[in-house]
């Protein structure tokens, strides 16, 4: 009852409190600072109150003592409300530890907003060990959870990073569309639009429409969405997912490997060293090995007698053969027995994409690669171009698809045709393997897949 009476007041002799992000308030020792956020942990004994603050830039911890502890305003405060504090940043004495390794001694402050208590609690709505369909749900509101949250901060410095390279290298960004008329990767995964009654779909991948801009603005690359209508519900299959695709042009197979080795290990490195994501990588996956170059390289021929040396059978449940898919779950055992990324290269022409290149040295195989991290297994898939228009309609035919509709795609082989390839990466994937995630829907914000598509 007593509490009812005490009012919170500004000091108004205190100096002026600087406005800042918990981040920089974490460097802000001995200042008096305001700072907003959302109450992440809230605890309190008789005349102390703790709160964690965040702000999506950190977390703060921060002391309430006093009248602020005992007033009645302190005890309708929730998990989840948004307040702005008002105090000195102390940093902590030696043993104790906090984010930032300081602690806001707090002489005011004020309600933004106040989250529900009881029933609609926070903690209900996202109770840690619930259902995951509930969770996803409630996706909204789990995401800001430290983990999630942390996998998409990490995505954010993945996707920096990613474009820090291709500007090293010299890759232009483009933006293609989404809606299309054409298929890139078979059509069975096709998601079926009507567009103004006309047939379309929307993208499986961009890289055809990549290939058209080689000969205007050189080496190119594009971050946009892909969408495939997977059959399959496994941990890394999503029905829409970013995807990463480049496209370079008078290069080699051999230069094609190359540009990927460096691709890995350079934007791996600059994730690690991101002050931000750096940290929550080794939080997320301690054990974390940076990829070295070179890659192992292994031909499809080779796999096949890996996996048949190492007893693993084939999706009939026999021995592997020429032109035998290697499913996601042989894939798997042999990139966690292996342990390092693996440049799985060369596949047969019959279980691999219209387009790609046959080997001069054996034209059963492609100039293709995939490329396989332990944990995930593919992460990237990529090739060789066909770039003689005669090859070229030898395999929209074998893939039974009308080449007429593609006539801006066959174009590049008639107006100065020249060898090229690329490649597309899955964010969800590359960053499954970076964070140690059990299935690429803990990697993507707002997941999708068959079953789910809201919120
Ligand atoms: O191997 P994919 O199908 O290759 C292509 O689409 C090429 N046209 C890319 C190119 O050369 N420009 O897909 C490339 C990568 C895969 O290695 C995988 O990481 C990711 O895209 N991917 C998926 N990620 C999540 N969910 C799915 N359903 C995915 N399908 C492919």
Request: net charge negative; proline share 4%.
């Amino acid at each position: 009852l007593e509490s009812m009476n005490i009012s919170i007041e500004q000091d108004k002799t205190l100096p002026e409190a600087r406005k800042v992000k918990i981040s920089q308030a974490h460097g802000a020792a001995d200042e008096r600072v305001k700072v907003s956020g959302w109450i992440h942990r809230l605890r309190s004994n008789k005349s102390l109150v703790f709160v964690v603050l965040r702000d999506g830039s950190g977390f703060l911890q921060a002391i309430l003592s006093g009248d602020l502890a005992l007033a009645y305003q302190t005890s309708t405060l929730t998990l989840e409300s948004t307040v702005t504090l008002y105090g000195t940043v102390k940093k902590l004495p030696e043993g104790k530890t906090a984010p930032g390794g300081v602690e806001l001694v707090v002489d005011y402050y004020e309600i933004i907003g106040l989250a529900p208590a009881g029933e609609d609690a926070f903690t209900n709505k996202v109770a840690e060990g619930a259902d995951p369909s509930l969770l996803l749900d409630q996706r909204h509101l789990a995401l800001r959870g430290e983990t999630l949250s942390a996998v998409m901060k990490v995505r954010g410095a993945l996707l920096k990073s990613i474009r820090r390279f291709y500007d090293e290298e010299q890759l232009t960004e483009v933006s293609v569309p989404s809606m299309v008329q054409t298929q890139v990767e078979g059509g069975s995964t096709l998601f079926h639009l009507n567009y103004y009654g006309e047939e379309a779909y929307l993208t499986q991948s961009s890289q055809l429409y990549l290939e058209t801009v080689l000969a205007s603005l050189g080496d190119v690359f594009c971050i946009m969405e892909s969408f495939r209508a997977e059959k399959s519900h496994t941990r890394r299959h999503l029905s829409e997912y970013t995807h990463i695709e480049a496209e370079l042009s008078f290069l080699t197979f051999e230069d094609l490997l190359v540009h990927l080795e460096k691709l890995f290990t350079r934007t791996i490195k600059y994730v690690l060293e991101d002050p931000v994501a750096g940290p929550l990588v080794k939080q997320l996956n301690p054990g974390f090995k940076a990829p070295e170059m070179p890659f192992l390289r292994m031909t499809y021929r080779d796999a096949l007698v890996w996996l048949n040396e190492h007893r693993i059978k084939n999706e009939e449940g026999e021995e592997f053969k020429f032109g035998d898919d290697i499913a996601e779950a042989a894939e798997r055992k042999m990139t966690d027995t292996i342990g390092v990324p693996i440049f799985l290269i060369r596949f047969p022409v019959a279980i691999k994409s219209f387009y790609m290149k046959r080997c001069d040295d054996d034209p059963e195989v492609t100039e293709s690669v995939d490329v396989l991290m332990p944990n995930v297994g593919e992460i990237t898939g990529g090739s060789m171009r066909i770039d003689q228009i005669d090859e070229l309609m030898a395999g929209f035919k074998r893939e039974g698809i009308d080449p007429s509709l593609y006539y801006w795609y066959t174009d590049q082989r008639i107006y100065g045709t020249c060898p090229h390839g690329g490649y597309g990466i899955g964010t969800e994937r590359i960053l499954a393997w970076l964070c140690d995630r059990f299935t690429v829907r803990d990697c993507s914000l707002y997941p999708r897949f068959s079953g789910r598509c809201k919120p």
